[in-house]
């Protein structure tokens, strides 16, 4: 573990992977060191936003070491389930690769409960866990210039739900009519860290 100074009001804990971030991002979110306003996890660094007013950033720092990891963490927030229609222009590839059947994609993508790890690549985009390990494809050879909003992806372990038209190089498997990100709903992500996912299939 690292714990690095983040502009004048942060602090940045790289940490060894996924898990590790996880498991920190849930015990810390149970109990914030005083001070702490948010928690941003990411593929292998947690942010630490502080209240330059109240924060002691050397306390705040060996709370952080000496915080034990919450192990095997699994989604506790809100339940949000997304009907889907599994028509993506990569399903036949996924089910390619994966050695299944277009049925058995959807059957694998729908029979587990995902939970967002963590946002990036743009406003309102989760990256999910949690799915079965007979869905982990690469990532297209090439990217496409335009992937609608609503697209239901999958890239290595993860799957994702594109917020908004944007390039992007996941597999496509379906697509869902959900808001993902709008600016004005409090708050204006759907899936933020720790929420759970549960996809439906939409006819």
């Given amino acids: 573990m690292r714990v690095l100074p983040c502009a004048d009001s942060g602090l940045l804990v790289e940490l060894d992977d996924l898990d590790a971030v996880r498991g920190l991002h849930a015990a810390l979110r149970a109990a914030p060191p005083p001070g702490v306003t948010d928690l941003v996890p990411a593929a292998r660094t947690l942010l630490l936003r502080l209240d330059p007013e109240v924060a002691d950033s050397v306390e705040i720092e060996r709370v952080v070491r000496g915080t034990r990891p919450v192990p095997g963490t699994e989604g506790s927030g809100e339940l949000v389930r997304v009907p889907v229609v599994y028509d993506g222009a990569d399903l036949a590839e996924v089910a390619r690769l994966t ?5 058995e994609v959807v059957a694998e993508h729908t029979r587990r409960e995902w939970t967002v790890a963590f946002g990036g690549f743009a406003p309102g985009f989760g990256y999910l866990v949690g799915g079965s390990p007979r869905l982990e494809v690469p990532r297209r050879a090439e990217s496409r210039t335009r992937v609608p909003a609503g697209a239901v992806g999958l890239a290595g372990t993860f799957s994702g739900i594109y917020p908004r038209s944007s390039p992007g190089g996941w597999q496509l498997i379906g697509r869902t009519g959900l808001e993902i990100w709008r600016p004005d709903r409090d708050p204006p992500a759907l899936l933020r860290p720790g929420v759970r996912v549960r996809f439906q299939e939409q006819r």
């Fill in 99 to 103: 050695g299944l059947t277009e049925h």
